[in-house]
């Protein structure tokens, strides 16, 4: 039993690898969810520059161009290893990339994924961060098969909370001072949605 178990998970880590290492496409109403690009390094130093956009995420703004061409030569070598989760958001009409959606990690043993998303100022409460995070769910359920996807967002981030409630997630609490970012403790609040309450 506990071989079959051990086997069953390694699948699911194929399974990952396999999917991402050429991620396919997702396409919504407005959206399409696809691969970052080198060539996508101006529209996303556009959004990766704003301090507005980045003030609750991990990271800081990127200086200048270069650190966003350096950031995508990252990804593509992420990719090619079947370790990079994340799909560039772009509008359907124009092909602009206007921010990233996808998973942060998964854990396999628990058959689990974290997701996490970032969006273009210029595209903020029109429904679009709702709209790919639904896509990506959608795809963590029916296409990898988990069981259970989560969500977290820093206390004080209520743009991303509505976001986290609108695609059906739940809350499932606050950690105080559980991460230590840009100099100071924040408080983290998370959310989760099992496959069975998404297949309902």
Request: some cysteine; overall charge positive.
């Amino acid at each position: 039993m506990k071989n079959e178990q051990k086997e069953a998970r390694n699948t699911d880590r194929d399974l990952i690898k396999r999917t991402f290492i050429e991620p396919p496409t997702i396409k919504t109403e407005r959206l399409i969810l696809r691969r970052m690009e080198k060539r996508d390094f101006r529209d996303m130093f556009e959004y990766a520059s704003d301090p507005d956009v980045t003030r609750y995420l991990l990271w800081s703004p990127h200086r200048n161009e270069r650190q966003t061409v350096q950031y995508l030569a990252y990804v593509k070598g992420r990719y090619k290893e079947g370790a990079f989760y994340d799909w560039a958001i772009t509008d359907r009409e124009t092909g602009k990339m206007i921010g990233t959606c996808g998973f942060s990690s998964f854990n396999p043993d628990h058959n689990s994924g974290e997701v996490g998303y970032v969006l273009n100022k210029k595209y903020w409460g029109c429904g679009i961060a709702a709209e790919a995070l639904s896509a990506v769910i959608r795809f963590g359920f029916a296409r990898l098969g988990l069981h259970r996807i989560e969500a977290k967002y820093m206390v004080g981030n209520e743009q991303s909370r509505r976001v986290m409630e609108k695609v059906g997630m739940k809350f499932e609490g606050i950690h105080r001072d559980s991460m230590f970012v840009k100099g100071c403790f924040v408080s983290v609040g998370y959310f989760a949605v099992l496959s069975g309450e998404w297949r309902k």
